[in-house]
């Protein structure tokens, strides 16, 4: 029995073999570091955007990006097919024909046939999304929006820089253009109590959302969030306290939203806690094991109300 709707399986179900994300990186910035909103960023994001850093650090254009990613995944995965993630920062921070450009460029490889587009929900208008959706007719296209928490007051306390009826409005305006949208939603941020991370599972539910990635909160140096560890400030989570609250999140989520995450993936020179979260497999391991021990699974608390913020 499948737990919960794991993303590998659908992407089989939907192309018939394996499909494997590249990540990119386009040097684009955001306007929650700029001086647009705020010149902070969220208080966990790294340098890299949240990202692999591979055109900010190492000055990789997207074509040979594309060309790395697509030699790991075909080694280590033997995949044929490809999905062209743009990760770091605000994907959509750009002119119209910057955009273009770049997203032609991932897309023109051999065996692509996939974009995903990851974003804040405060950076999408309509003629953003009519050029995401000029791509469906040769690839599926997801856009990623963070999210984060379904409570203005932790976005607030996060430095997020928007508010959840941004969130929701961007999710609406792209479900009518027939774009499949990736909610992103973090477990263990300040001040959030176990309840309040599950009204975030039940807001969710209620939406036109097709996705979620799931992820822990971290600590990563030199941002905001380490310096208030270091103060004694924030306290993260404790493994076993996490298993729990994703596997409780999983159970008021929709059957049929795609998992497209369970847990972060740190980079581990970077990370100052928990140590534990680079432990990805195992986490993977004890949270399946998890639904298991208690027979519960995806949906099983679902319910198709929004519940209030």
């Known amino acids: ?150 409570h203005d007051s932790t976005l607030l306390k996060i430095n997020r820089g928007h508010d959840v009826a941004t969130f929701e409005r961007s999710v609406r305006m792209a479900d009518k253009r027939g774009l499949e949208v990736c909610a992103h939603v973090i477990l263990g941020l300040p001040g959030e109590t176990r309840d309040m991370m599950l009204e975030t599972a039940r807001y969710l539910s209620g939406l036109p959302v097709m996705g979620v990635k799931i992820h822990l909160l971290y600590v990563v140096k030199g941002t905001p969030l380490a310096t208030l560890f270091e103060k004694g400030a924030y306290r993260c989570l404790e493994r076993e306290a996490y298993i729990e609250l994703v596997v409780d999140f999983l159970e008021y989520l929709p059957p049929e939203m795609v998992i497209q995450r369970l847990t972060g993936d740190p980079a581990s020179e970077e990370l100052v806690a928990p140590q534990w979260a680079q432990n990805k497999t195992e986490n993977l391991n004890l949270i399946r094991k998890r639904l298991e021990e208690r027979e519960t699974w995806q949906g099983k608390k679902h319910r198709t109300s929004i519940v209030g913020k």
């Not at 929650?32 to 966990?44: A, K, M, P, Q, V």
Request: hydrophobic fraction near 30%; aromatic fraction near 12%; charged fraction near 25%.
């Open 1 to 150: 029995m499948k737990r919960y709707r794991d993303f590998n399986t659908y992407l089989r179900d939907l192309f018939g073999e394996r499909v494997q994300k590249i990540s990119l990186d386009a040097g684009l910035g955001c306007p929650n570091r700029d001086g647009t909103i705020s010149e902070g960023g969220c208080i966990y994001c790294d340098s890299r955007g949240s990202g692999t850093g591979a055109m900010i650090r190492h000055h990789l254009t997207i074509d040979e990006q594309v060309v790395k990613g697509r030699r790991f995944a075909e080694k280590r995965y033997g995949a044929r097919k490809f999905i062209a993630y743009f990760q770091s920062f605000t994907n959509t921070y750009a002119s119209l024909e910057k955009l273009k450009n770049l997203y032609n460029q991932a897309l023109k490889h051999p065996g692509m046939v996939g974009l995903s587009v990851g974003t804040r929900p405060d950076c999408i208008d309509g003629d953003v999304l009519g050029l995401l959706g000029s791509y469906q007719k040769d690839y599926r296209v997801w856009i990623e929006y963070g999210l984060q928490s379904a």
